[in-house]
């Protein structure tokens, strides 16, 4: 079974920025791969960013592409999102999400390939 923790939320102005934090455990990390992903009050769970397994492969929504970068250390089996220029429409609660059916270069950013999620953590962005 995989464990992944969530930090590194808090509440933050419009036009700052956050570095989440997910560490995983209870299975080798490079076997997984991971995504970010958001949901905000009243609306669907969506996600932000995903990275391969290898780290070589990356996806973004449009709506954070050229603000969000994802990246993951296989060494500290930890995972981060570096949320920069942030807006009030990204307030949300965000979860890490790993899965473990993917291949080494595989990235996606749909919901059904993650097998394990966190507990989630909040994002609040003040205008």
């Known amino acids: 079974q995989v464990q992944l923790v969530e930090s590194g939320g808090g509440l933050v102005q419009a036009g700052g920025s956050l570095r989440l934090s997910c560490a995983a455990s209870?299975?080798?990390?490079?076997?997984?791969?991971m995504g970010w992903f958001r949901q905000a009050p009243g609306k669907e769970r969506e996600c932000v960013a995903a990275?391969?397994?290898?780290?070589?492969?990356?996806y973004y929504a449009d709506s954070v592409k050229d603000r969000f970068t994802v990246s993951r250390d296989n060494n500290k089996n930890t995972v981060y999102l570096q949320m920069n220029y942030l807006k009030p429409e990204d307030t949300a609660v965000y979860y890490c999400?790993?899965?473990?059916?993917?291949?080494?270069?595989?990235?996606?950013?749909?919901?059904?390939?993650?097998?394990?999620w966190g507990p989630g953590t909040q994002v609040t962005v003040s205008s």
């Open positions: 209870g299975r080798t990390f490079t076997s997984l791969g």
């Open positions: 990275i391969s397994r290898s780290g070589a492969s990356t």
């Open positions: 999400a790993a899965g473990g059916r993917l291949g080494w270069m595989e990235v996606t950013g749909r919901e059904r390939p993650y097998d394990y």
